[in-house]
């Protein structure tokens, strides 16, 4: 099983910058992935970045140059370096985890509460 913390967010003008952390505590398995992904009112959810267990991350075109993603100093944590924000990038922001559990050999997406991103123009 896995459960993700999430933290940062929140309010900011256009231009700034947040950062988004989470941690995920992992149980009888291990975590393939971990990223964020983000959903607007009346939009569906989408990607914003993810790194998998070699390292390599996937970020979506709109945020590209903008947004950063880096793994925590702990284990199964990473962080979304938010720069130059633009009101386009409000969203509920969730913290994503895929699980490949040891017993039967299954995956499963894990999600968190989500944190809500606000950018005022």
């Known amino acids: 099983q896995v459960q993700l913390v999430e933290s940062g967010g929140g309010l900011e003008r256009t231009g700034g910058s947040l950062r988004l952390d989470c941690a995920a505590s992992?149980?009888?398995?291990?975590?393939?992935?971990m990223g964020w992904y983000r959903q607007a009112p009346t939009n569906q959810r989408e990607l914003v970045a993810t790194?998998?267990?070699?390292?390599?991350?996937n970020y979506a075109d709109s945020v590209l140059g903008r947004f950063f993603l880096f793994r925590g100093n702990a284990r199964n944590t990473v962080k979304l370096q938010m720069n130059r924000l633009k009101p386009e990038d409000t969203a509920e922001y969730y913290c994503?985890?895929?699980?490949?559990?040891?017993?039967?050999?299954?995956?499963?997406?894990?999600w968190g509460q989500g944190t809500q991103v606000t950018v005022s123009s």
């Open positions: 994503n985890a895929e699980y490949l559990r040891y017993a039967r050999n299954d995956r499963k997406n894990y």
């Open positions: 790194i998998d267990t070699d390292g390599r991350i």
């Open positions: 992992v149980s009888g398995g291990t975590v393939e992935s």
